[in-house]
């Protein structure tokens, strides 16, 4: 199986700061690589597809890139919204593997 | 509208078998590509990919789970069945099933889960 190592764990922005959430692939995945989202209490959310192309309605505050084993999520402009849960994916092939999570709490 | 909702059993016993069922609307999975996947998250938070079907009926299991999993489904019902055999309070999480859609980059289709269900707890317990 290939093992998806994210980091950190959790951060802590204040409104308005950029923040990045990396993402390791214990093997490489060329580009094959989702984020999602998970705010409270809910299900998950397909946030990017492809390492950087953004899903239909999310904001253009995220964006990822990467290729090979590292990716990076990153978010611009933090909104108090966006206080969540964030997994990457990896879509290589089966099993299909998720990263343990990064939680983004707001200061 | 595209919306997925699970069902089954909120409690079962050691070594008994869970049955769940996802109830989707506003996709066919007839439709070329189209998938439903089964999800589960761990009180711990972690996800964990466990099965998926696709519209034509290929399956795919999670290697370590493979033999207690079954997956099914009923096109004319928009439903699929996940069926996994011999519970334990190991197996104690939120299960979701999620679309499944087949995204081609640079020739190669893969797979990513675009719209969720809410999720169930399903408890382990004696």
């Known amino acids: 199986d290939i093992q998806m190592t994210q980091s950190p764990s959790s951060l802590s922005a204040s409104v308005g700061d950029r923040v990045a959430i990396t993402c390791r692939a214990s093997q490489t995945i060329i580009n094959y690589l989702n984020w999602y989202q998970q705010r409270p209490g809910k299900a998950p959310k397909l946030l990017i597809y492809?390492?950087?192309t953004l899903e239909s309605g999310v904001p253009s505050r995220f964006t990822g890139s990467g290729s090979e084993t590292d990716f990076t999520l990153t978010i611009n402009g933090v909104q108090p919204e966006d206080v969540a849960t964030y997994y990457c994916?990896?879509?290589?092939?089966?099993?299909?593997?998720f990263g343990q999570g990064t939680k983004l709490e707001i200061k | 509208q595209i919306t997925l909702k699970e069902s089954g059993p909120t409690l079962v016993k050691p070594t008994q078998t869970l049955t769940l069922t996802c109830s989707f609307s506003?996709?066919?999975?007839?439709?070329?590509?189209?998938?439903v996947g089964w999800i589960r998250q761990t009180p711990g938070k972690a996800l964990e990919w466990l099965a998926l079907?696709?519209?034509?009926?290929?399956?795919r299991f999670s290697p370590s789970l493979k033999s207690r999993l079954s997956i099914t489904k009923d096109t004319s019902k928009n439903q699929v069945v996940l069926t996994m055999t011999n519970m334990d309070p190991g197996d104690t999480a939120t299960y979701y099933c999620?679309?499944?859609?087949?995204?081609?980059?640079?020739?190669?289709?893969?797979?990513?889960?675009?719209?969720w269900g809410q999720g169930m707890l399903v408890t382990v317990s004696s």
């Open positions: 994916q990896q879509s290589y092939g089966a099993p299909w593997t």
């Open positions: 079907i696709y519209w034509d009926d290929d399956k």
């Open positions: 506003g996709f066919s999975l007839s439709a070329n590509g189209v998938g």
């Open positions: 492809a390492a950087s």
């Open positions: 999620a679309r499944r859609r087949g995204i081609t980059v640079r020739g190669i289709t893969i797979t990513a889960f675009d719209y």
